[in-house]
């Protein structure tokens, strides 16, 4: 393992499970009306907490919904400003005057919402998922109201929430004005939430958060924000689900697992598959790509890109699989290609693959270099280096020897680093560490 990279030190016991516990969790997506890998992290968090005896109510957007849904204790009635076919709203309107009336409404909505489950609930701790793009002040809502919160980070949301919309409101109010008059947004908040019966705080309660990586963490810290004494808890893989497959006579079966879009460098994966398959005669391999997009334009530009390389008998377009369909998929390729363009929160499906019995070559930037270590846990190439990428492929080729000990050495890894129950026993404990002033807690 390399020396820069911590992993968490969970040992080999089951921690004292905590007293039941009645928590609302809160995201702005929430499976099966998702979009990448963190929604599903809160999911499996939510599914594992019920199975350990806690009460857990899910509040989330209505991305997605088009009816009336019966779900048990899922609540997708917060507006979000994704755009069209996210909210009802769809989507904060441009203009100075539109698009104030377009988030003092769904400001309004989103308060009104919070504080109608709370009360109806009244959980002992609120845990906070990803509040962008249905706005911040959900955090401080359960701040003002003096309930416990707790945060999962698993990307650069926390980073950046003082950009939020509503808090940037001004900007679009005085233009030309970097910064807004400092008495605009607070005044406006006041006037309108006191109208509302809401209260407003323009702070967030950083005292119990928990990153999925390092990387995010650091560059919280680096952003200002307090978060010093916050818990690094990376993902953790239910081996049950995803176990380790035999071992195969050739690797010639390539995968990759993610959203299907730019920054996931998927042009980079077809690069190399040409390198491999027209220069290098490796006629039988195939690449499988597996994820749903939000950008059905890209999607048609790969598979023109797939066309133009003499690829259509290697490449294989399978679309959103289904959770549960995952672990099979697994099983049927040898290699993971992970070639995200960008600096990755931590990056589920290396720890899927890995638990699975492939070996996983890619970028390793962000939170994905401290799973995925180079000639221990996997191969690492350059972002967009598509010749590296596919130099990785003919060694893992010729070299079975070395194929195998990637494949152990990654499978040992998410055993003893990265496996589910460790990181349910963590999340139990780090959240009954938010309700030391449960006593204090009161409804206004």
Same mark, same amino acid.
């Given at each position: ?92 309107p441009t203009g100075a005057l539109a698009r104030t009336v ?77 910064s807004p008059p400092s008495w605009f947004v607070p005044g ?79 042009d980079t994966a077809l690069e190399a598959l040409r390198i ?6 490796? =006629?039988? $391999?195939? @690449? ?8 059905? !334009?890209?999607? &048609?530009?790969? +598979? *023109? ?86 130099? =990785?492929? $003919?060694? @893992? ?8 000990? !990637?494949?152990? &050495?990654?499978? +040992? *890894? ?31």
């Open positions: 393992m390399a020396e820069s990279v911590e992993w968490p030190n969970r040992g080999k016991t089951v921690a004292p499970r905590s007293k039941r516990m009645r928590i609302l969790v809160v995201s702005n997506l929430y499976p099966p009306r998702h979009i990448g890998g963190y929604e599903i992290c809160c999911k499996e968090a939510v599914d594992g907490l019920r199975k350990r005896g806690h009460e857990v109510w899910v509040l989330t957007s209505d991305y997605g919904v088009r009816g009336p849904e019966k779900e048990t204790n899922i609540y997708r009635v917060l507006a979000i400003d994704l755009g069209p076919g996210g909210s009802h709203f769809g989507g904060i377009g988030l003092l409404r769904k400001e309004v909505r989103n308060f009104r919402a919070f504080r109608r489950i709370a009360k109806a609930f009244r959980p002992d701790v609120v845990y906070l998922w990803n509040l962008t793009h249905i706005s911040v002040s959900v955090g401080m809502q359960a701040a003002n109201m003096g309930l416990p919160t707790c945060y999962y980070v698993g990307d650069l949301w926390l980073s950046k929430w003082r950009s939020d919309s509503w808090l940037s409101l001004g900007a679009g109010i005085f233009p030309g004005v970097h406006l908040a006041r006037m309108v939430f006191k109208g509302s019966g809401l209260g407003y705080t323009r702070s967030l309660d950083l005292r119990h958060v928990q990153f999925v990586s390092h990387y995010l963490k650091n560059e919280t810290l680096k952003a200002g924000e307090p978060v010093s004494r916050a818990e690094v808890l990376h993902w953790g893989v239910d081996l049950e689900m995803f176990t380790f497959k035999p071992e195969t006579d050739a690797p010639l079966r390539l995968l990759f697992v993610g959203q299907v879009v730019p920054h996931k460098g998927l491999l398959v027209h220069d290098n005669k490796c =006629h039988s $391999l195939g @690449l499988t790509i597996a994820g749903g997009s939000v950008y059905p !334009l890209y999607v &048609s530009e790969l +598979r *023109a890109k797939v066309v133009s390389l003499g690829l259509e008998g290697n490449v294989e377009f399978v679309g959103a699989v289904p959770r549960e369909r995952l672990p099979q998929l697994y099983r049927e390729h040898d290699i993971l290609l992970f070639p995200s363009l960008i600096d990755e929160g931590l990056g589920m499906s290396i720890l899927e693959a890995m638990a699975s019995g492939l070996v996983v070559l890619g970028t390793a930037s962000g939170g994905s270099g401290e799973t995925l270590i180079h000639e221990r846990t996997g191969l690492v190439f350059p972002k967009e280096d598509a010749s590296t990428c596919a130099a =990785h492929v $003919l060694h @893992l080729m010729k070299d079975r020897s070395l194929y195998e000990s !990637l494949r152990q &050495s990654g499978r +040992r *890894a998410v055993e003893n680093y990265f496996e589910m129950g460790r990181l349910m026993d963590d999340l139990e404990r780090s959240l009954q560490s938010a309700l030391v002033d449960r006593d204090a807690i009161g409804f206004r």
